[in-house]
């Protein structure tokens, strides 16, 4: 069981090509399909999600030997911590939002579940049942990126050692911990609108992946790209998914496109700079550290709630204690761009963040000019810049 204030544990587990066509597609299938149910009122949001099974090896006989620890997982769910089954083939990787773990024998206890699983399923052993009510592709295809991400989680029962594909894949699924505490469905209503990401993931699916390739072959680079949050990722190759497809059209309101491009932005900003004042911040005192502002309350020494570009901008602007820690956290050049020209660079993009703003619509040549600044089409972009930050503070 999971003490207060402990880090949660998470699992991992890799998906057998062997046991369907893709098997990932399989149970993606199989939420959608709830998830375009409820949307139709023919579900409600509980009836929405996903069966994945642990399934046995023919070659075993015995329990699975730390079947007790996968098991206590439960006990953190029923708290109320968001808990991830981590889902990999070394090529891509998912987080599914872990509901309920269960040993017992789902199908047979209530022969209505076999609508939430894969028809692949039937008539195997299984030795753990995971409940998922979201999945969420983080890397898709990008096998280093894959490797790099994993190294995020640390093996409990091996030392807490990072992840490794290569020889470190043993006695599925994994018990793992995160070292960034990283949550990935918490942020929803601001992220996806509310909407689950399986569904969000899908659209565009087959274009995005390809641009995902485009993106960091030909404009921003491996190490960048692999340096980037896999939410930052999501975002900027859904942006221009939309853009590359519309480009051509005069007419076309790129508002979502804009909103795509500034929250891969919120999201680098997040990951760039919390981060780095959290290890300096923490030994402090709560006044030193927390700051009260209006209704929201931030320790600088803990991991920081997402904060939009608006907040992010006000904390550097308007809070010296916030000031003051970047000044120590990043190197004397980043802290001055951190603290003078980031706040400028950021200010034109608070319309477009916020698509309650929007009194008219974003045109071509507009979210053009944008798309240039960020990504760095003919300039330094936005984004790399705040990349770069990051990466020199984890030296």
């Not at 949001?45 to 007790?68: C, F, G, I, Q, T």
């Not at 979201?134 to 989680?153: Q, S």
Request: proline residues 6%.
């Amino acid at each position: 069981m999971t003490e207060p204030n402990a880090v949660p544990r998470h699992l991992l587990s890799v998906w057998n090509p062997s046991y369907a066509d893709d098997a990932m597609d399989r149970h993606l299938e199989v939420l959608l399909r709830w998830a375009a149910r409820e949307a139709q009122g023919e579900a409600d949001d509980p009836e929405v999600y996903v069966w994945w099974a642990k399934l046995r090896s023919p070659n075993r006989d015995e329990p699975l030997a730390h079947k007790d620890d996968v098991l206590a997982l439960q006990a953190q769910i029923d708290a109320g911590v968001e808990t991830h089954l981590y889902l990999t083939d070394y090529r891509s990787l998912y987080a599914g939002h872990l509901v309920e773990v269960t040993d017992r024998d789902v199908p047979a206890l209530n022969a209505a579940e076999v609508e939430h699983m894969p028809s692949y399923y039937r008539d195997r052993e299984v030795d753990c049942w995971f409940r998922l009510a979201d999945i969420r592709r983080l890397i898709a295809g990008e096998g280093p990126a894959t490797n790099e991400e994993l190294r995020n989680l640390l093996n409990v029962r091996y030392h807490h050692r990072p992840v490794s594909i290569y020889g470190g894949m043993i006695d599925l699924p994994l018990v793992v911990e995160r070292q960034d505490g990283a949550t990935w469905f918490a942020d929803s209503e601001d992220l996806t609108g509310g909407r689950r990401w399986v569904v969000r993931d899908s659209e565009l699916r087959g274009e995005t992946e390809r641009l995902s390739a485009e993106l960091r072959d030909n404009l921003l680079g491996q190490e960048i790209w692999e340096a980037l949050h896999p939410t930052s990722r999501t975002f900027l190759t859904t942006g221009e998914a939309v853009f590359r497809s519309r480009r051509d059209d005069p007419g076309f309101d790129f508002s979502p496109t804009a909103v795509e491009y500034c929250k891969a932005i919120e999201t680098e900003l997040n990951a760039a700079i919390f981060p780095a004042l959290q290890p300096i911040m923490a030994p402090r005192s709560a006044p030193e550290r927390v700051i009260q502002d209006g209704k929201t309350t931030i320790d600088l020494g803990r991991s920081v709630q997402r904060q939009t570009i608006g907040s992010v901008r006000h904390l550097l602007v308007n809070r010296p204690e916030v000031k003051r820690a970047v000044e120590e956290a990043f190197p004397g050049r980043d802290a001055v761009w951190l603290t003078t020209t980031l706040p400028q660079e950021l200010e034109p993009l608070l319309k477009l963040r916020n698509p309650a703003a929007h009194d008219e619509r974003i045109t071509r040549e507009r979210i053009a000019q944008w798309r240039q600044r960020i990504l760095g089409i003919g300039c330094e972009g936005l984004l790399v810049r705040i990349v770069r930050i990051k990466l020199e503070g984890r030296v």
